[in-house]
């Protein structure tokens, strides 16, 4: 009884605790803030590079072996990819880069775009051939058509989005494309205006030289993914005719797998897919050809979760800080109550007794700390946007300057693992901390203290 | 102090309350061992008043803590109603000083943080949990109080000891030895620090609840006077009971 008794005594009486406890509530505090804020951003830039991504992306090292079994149409591959129950639907698709300019009769705009040395992300496009109605079960394509456009314009069928409408007078050779709603907007294209695309070819049975196609296409309307990039430089046609024009020598560049689960079975579908597709000559059997959507964004995945590791060991320093703290506020009181402990040994108080009332003024620290701590750093977390607003207008700084992420509020996300982590860690800390002077204390002689006054 | 029968018969028949054999204790300074007990024998029986008398540096002190249990002696054994006190566990030896004996020391040491009530209360605190303490709470309280009112205390129990005399000091002392009615009171020069007037008022009181208690008193003080009010009296000289 007497430990919680005269741990809280001493508490209230030693002012110095204070600093303990404020050195608790900052670290965790601080902790629960910072790492609400890094899992949003995470979240949020998860969410928006995800876009067109499916959960697994296939893509066979083509090229590499002359001799190989792997065939360049995808119609094996996708039977064996769907045959594994987990999977949910598989796409091919075939992705290149070429040149797209706008004909017709401006010509001089033209010009200026092409003779431009800013438009350099006008010059060279993405242009991905696809099997729509495959496209739309792996992918959020036929969302980003449906969805209403800010710049651009919609296709007169969102099902069968390359069906030219009779009012463009097409000739019977010509083909029409679908292009992201910005680059629509900066090429100032109109629907059934017509495109030039122009690209090179590697002509594999040449070695080293390369061939030059160009061909015309319908602007049949556009798309809106919402990631900037894609709608930015991204062109879709249909993949048959996207070989045809290329005169390509592989008919697509990658499967685009969506699984029923992907937070279960992401991991282990890839591996296995690896495994048993390679086994089937469906692919070369090198490391990296079945990548998760996650490990194709890795780079900008990993350095925000590399930030938010790093914050995380920055700010447990402070709590490493408020450890030393009441380190010193305990070796202190134990010096100064010596007496005390002689006394309380002399009426019956064991060492471990001793020890345990010094190790809960610790725990009645970490405690209120990691409270107080936990509720502001949470509500702090919660109402982050709200709070920046306000001490931006008060001081007249912008702190979250919204214009440079993508986000238009700071996002922020609690969860209750961490913030339970962090408490648990500032007990941790704080009681490994008051254990040396707390065993100090239990290990006094406690005549020493009891001969003088 | 005349009514008090000499208790020498007793101490023939009945065996000691407290018994010290062959105690010795050295402390070893570098290559030097300094022995300051060389072999004491003591017994206290029960409603005996010893006083241990002697100058400074005979070893008095050290005497005094090894028959409370609260220093291990080099050699010898004490036993307390029959327990070999150093032969206990931590625990056990603990639970003898909390339940059997009572301490007054001449600085009183009381914790400067509690009040009257409180330093009272702090061998119950110590002996029991949380939850048994909360359950007798209001007669632990009580009993507290109870002792320091009868200590003439009874408009003191909130106060802290920086806020109280000497004399109260003491007496607040005093009740918390006798908190759980120990069977030994060992009292270090209790009236050492106190002007001979509040000194004798203290020293009445205490003989007030040995008479009362029947308890066992091992009294060590420089006054040779007061010595001679005890049954027994026994003088040390360099480690030795002459």
Not at chain 1, 12 to 32: D, H, M, Y
Not at chain 1, 311 to 328: E, H, K, N, Q, Y
Not at chain 1, 356 to 368: K, Y
Request: glycine content about 8%; overall charge neutral.
């Amino acid at each position: 009884m007497f430990r919680w008794f005269l741990s809280l005594r001493y508490l209230r009486a030693r002012k110095t605790n204070l600093i303990g406890i404020g050195g608790i509530f900052v670290g965790v505090g601080a902790l629960i803030l910072i790492l609400s804020i890094m899992t949003g951003f995470l979240e949020e830039t998860r969410r928006s590079v995800r876009g067109s991504l499916s959960d697994l992306v296939i893509s066979p090292y083509f090229g590499i072996r002359e001799d190989s079994r792997v065939p360049s149409d995808p119609a094996k591959l996708l039977e064996a990819v769907r045959a594994d129950a987990r999977v949910a639907a598989a796409a091919a698709h075939l992705v290149w880069y070429c040149q797209i300019v706008k004909q017709g009769s401006d010509a001089n705009y033209n010009l200026r775009i092409l003779s431009n040395s800013q438009s350099g992300n006008l010059s060279a496009v993405q242009i991905v051939g696809i099997d729509p109605q495959d496209e739309f079960g792996a992918t959020e394509l036929h969302d980003a058509l449906e969805r209403t456009p800010m710049r651009g314009a919609k296709v007169d069928d969102v099902d069968r989005p390359f069906e030219i409408p009779e009012r463009f007078n097409a000739t019977p050779l010509e083909q029409g494309i679908v292009v992201g709603e910005k680059l629509y907007d900066n090429l100032a294209l109109k629907r059934g205006d017509r495109v030039t695309l122009a690209t090179v070819v590697p002509d594999t049975r040449k070695s080293g030289q390369v061939l030059t196609q160009s061909r015309n296409y319908i602007v049949l309307g556009t798309f809106r993914s919402m990631e900037n990039e894609m709608d930015m430089s991204r062109i879709y046609l249909d993949r048959a005719e996207l070989v045809d024009f290329l005169d390509s020598p592989i008919d697509f560049s990658e499967v685009l797998v969506k699984l029923h689960d992907f937070k279960r079975d992401g991991e282990t579908t890839k591996a296995e897919l690896q495994e048993s597709l390679t086994k089937k000559h469906l692919l070369f059997g090198y490391s990296g050809e079945v990548r998760t959507w996650q490990e194709f964004r890795g780079v900008l995945l990993g350095a925000i979760e590399n930030e938010r590791v790093l914050m995380g060991i920055m700010l447990s320093l402070v709590l490493l800080v408020a450890g030393f703290t009441v380190f010193a506020i305990l070796s202190m009181m134990v010096t100064e109550k010596r007496r005390d402990i002689g006394i309380l040994t002399a009426l019956g108080a064991t060492p471990r007794g001793v020890m345990t009332s010094f190790l809960m003024i610790a725990f009645w620290d970490a405690l209120i700390g990691a409270a107080l701590g936990a509720v502001f750093g949470t509500w702090g977390a919660l109402k982050i946007d709200a709070i920046e607003r306000s001490l931006s207008s008060t001081f007249g700084v912008q702190i979250f300057n919204r214009e440079v992420y993508l986000f238009d509020t700071i996002p922020s996300v609690v969860e209750v693992l961490p913030v339970t982590l962090i408490v648990l860690g500032a007990f941790v800390c704080a009681i490994l901390f008051a254990a040396i002077p707390a065993w100090r204390a239990a290990n006094l002689d406690p005549l020493e203290a009891l001969r003088h006054e | 102090m005349s009514a008090i029968a000499p208790p020498t018969p007793r101490s023939v028949s009945a065996p000691a309350l407290l018994s010290a054999r062959n105690i010795r204790k050295s402390f070893s300074i570098g290559e030097e061992t300094l022995e300051i007990l060389h072999g004491v024998n003591l017994d206290l029986h029960q409603g005996e008043m010893l006083a241990l008398t002697g100058t400074s540096g005979a070893g008095k002190s050290t005497l005094l803590h090894i028959l409370g249990l609260l220093d291990r002696p080099s050699e010898g054994s004490v036993s307390i109603e029959g327990q070999s006190g150093w032969d206990l566990s931590i625990a056990e030896r603990a639970n003898i000083r909390n339940q059997r004996i009572g301490f007054v020391f001449q600085f009183y040491h009381l914790l400067p943080e509690l009040d009257a009530v409180e330093n009272v209360l702090l061998p119950a605190m110590i002996h029991e949990s949380q939850a048994s303490f909360r359950r007798r709470r209001r007669q632990h309280y009580e009993h507290a109080r109870e002792l320091l009112a009868g200590f003439g205390l009874g408009s003191r129990f909130a106060h802290r000891p920086s806020q109280l005399s000497g004399g109260e000091r003491q007496r607040v002392a005093l009740a918390r030895a006798l908190f759980h009615d120990p069977a030994i009171l060992i009292a270090d020069e209790p009236t050492g620090n106190l002007d001979t007037h509040t000194g004798e008022k203290v020293l009445e009181l205490i003989f007030r609840e040995q008479q009362r208690r029947q308890l066992s008193l091992l009294l060590v003080t420089h006054d040779e006077r007061l010595a001679q009010r005890c049954q027994r009296h026994l003088v040390m000289a360099d480690g030795r009971i002459a």
